[in-house]
């Protein structure tokens, strides 16, 4: 069991009261000898840069331009046969490069095994789709979210935005509720340009909460009539109990005194 914390006034305390603490790296470790991720490592032999375990799993790290070669060892001559999760990082800001990583999954012998290789912006990865199919959505989101292409793909679109959409949304420098395309594409989609002023730009701030927006959510004590003007402000309305459906427990009610 875990050691048991007092959380006394825990919404008033902060978590962390060193402003410039950092979270420390997850411990690595070297691969041991005579195991089976030293195995592995040996079969990559120098198409390995660098290997070391994180969290129970190897680690290895690659030239971008040997993540088919890698993969295609990794399947045939060490069992991974699943590749469970593909994706992408950005690290433009930071390094100029984007961060491309293989989570790999061995059944027979439950282990796991990330290799990580690094692209420019501008770069392209080869497709890893002859290997495994799994890989097809993953390269396509990949491409949809970031912008990375991957050559000798089958079928390489986007995958979950609209085929004209503007921009990748998964880029650190994405807006978080989208640029001024994304306000106006519905409009111009649907209705066409010629009525952005009579609709309107999107709301893509889907916290956002209209005070004068009568339909959307109910004011208890202060219910209007859908549509009704509420500028001036709202009157406030003595909240009614049903009988039947509702028992107002401060006060004492028939439903209450038949029950004591």
């Not at 699943?82 to 282990?111: H, P, R, W």
């Not at 709202?234 to 049903?242: G, L, Q, T």
Request: charged share 35%.
């Amino acid at each position: 069991m875990r050691k048991y914390t007092p959380k006394d006034n825990v919404q008033g305390k902060s978590y962390y009261t060193d402003r410039f603490w950092v979270a420390p790296r997850v411990p690595r470790s070297k691969v041991e000898e005579k195991s089976h991720f030293e195995s592995v490592v040996k079969a990559l032999g120098r198409k390995a840069k660098e290997s070391y375990v994180e969290v129970g799993q190897l680690i290895v790290h690659i030239n971008a331009t040997e993540n088919f070669n890698v993969l295609k060892i990794l399947k045939e001559k060490c069992g991974y046969t699943q590749c469970s999760e593909q994706s992408a990082v950005d690290y433009l800001a930071q390094d100029g490069e984007f961060e491309l990583f293989y989570q790999m999954l061995n059944i027979t012998e439950a282990k796991r095994v990330r290799v990580v290789c690094r692209i420019k912006d501008g770069e392209a990865i080869e497709s890893v789709c002859p290997l495994f199919k799994s890989a097809n959505f993953a390269e396509r989101e990949m491409f949809d979210m970031f912008g990375i292409k991957v050559n000798n793909h089958p079928f390489l679109k986007r995958i979950l935005m609209p085929d004209d959409w503007e921009g990748h949304p998964l880029l650190k420098t994405y807006p978080l509720i989208g640029d001024d395309f994304a306000s106006w594409y519905e409009v111009d989609k649907i209705f066409g340009k010629e009525y952005r002023d009579v609709i309107g730009p999107e709301n893509r701030d889907p916290a956002r909460i209209d005070r004068y927006d009568t339909k959307r959510f109910s004011r208890v004590g202060y219910e209007v009539p859908l549509g009704a003007d509420i500028s001036d402000g709202e009157k406030e309305k003595a909240i009614e109990y049903s009988d039947t459906l509702l028992v107002d427990y401060n006060t004492s009610s028939k439903q209450l005194d038949e029950r004591r």
